[in-house]
């Protein structure tokens, strides 16, 4: 499992204070919500540090089937149906791969992270680069047969971008840009090939 467990519990207090944690279990995956990220577990395969983790915040494991929204307030059960709480259907829908660049962009609440579209590499895709530091292939366990990290992987519109091994996965949530700057470097971005050899660009 490549998910940084310390970033993680950040995440899932943030999302339990304003209200935003979901967690289900659903055809086989436990799954955890939060604002703009989305995790699965395998059910069979859930280690005692992720149960504890969500158990810190809910007091509680769904049972199959079951979906409930934890805050302040309590635990919710009556919650409208997500395409996002199936893991199959939404890992049909990433179907485009994607690079992630070195571009970064500053700005005062946040840094954000370009993805390229590895099929067509005029497509630039932006994320929370807070939420990238959830991956850490330090956490992976090779030792009961888990593979390396495969994605990012995004859906047709570009607003979910999918990693994953057979133990875990992680979506992230992507951002639409509209400020000048951010437009500006977005358009600079579209023009460097970073799955080829671009380190020419570095003399220019």
């Not at 962009?105 to 680069?129: H, N, P, S, W």
């Not at 000048?180 to 220019?204: K, Q, T």
């Amino acid at each position: 499992m490549f998910l940084h467990m310390t970033t993680w519990k950040k995440i899932i207090k943030q999302a339990f204070n304003v209200g935003n944690l979901v967690v289900g279990n659903q055809e086989g995956y436990l799954f955890v919500k939060t604002s703009h990220t989305i995790v699965w577990f395998p059910d069979y395969e859930i280690p005692n540090k992720v149960k504890g983790a969500i158990m810190e915040w809910t007091g509680k494991l769904p049972e199959e089937n079951e979906i409930f929204s934890a805050g302040k307030e309590g635990l919710q059960y009556e919650l409208p149906w997500s395409e996002y709480y199936n893991f199959k259907k939404m890992k049909t829908a990433m179907k485009k791969r994607y690079i992630v660049t070195p571009a970064l962009l500053g700005g005062k609440y946040q840094m954000l992270r370009f993805l390229q579209q590895a099929e067509d590499k005029t497509v630039i895709r932006v994320i929370d680069e807070a939420y990238l530091k959830l991956l850490d292939p330090g956490e992976l366990d090779h030792m009961h047969g888990e593979g390396e990290i495969a994605g990012p992987y995004g859906t047709e519109a570009g607003d979910m971008f999918l990693w994953k091994t057979d133990f875990c996965a992680l979506v992230i949530c992507g951002i639409t840009l509209y400020k000048g700057i951010s437009r500006a470097v977005l358009e600079a971005v579209r023009n460097v090939d970073f799955e080829g050899d671009y380190s020419r660009l570095e003399d220019a």
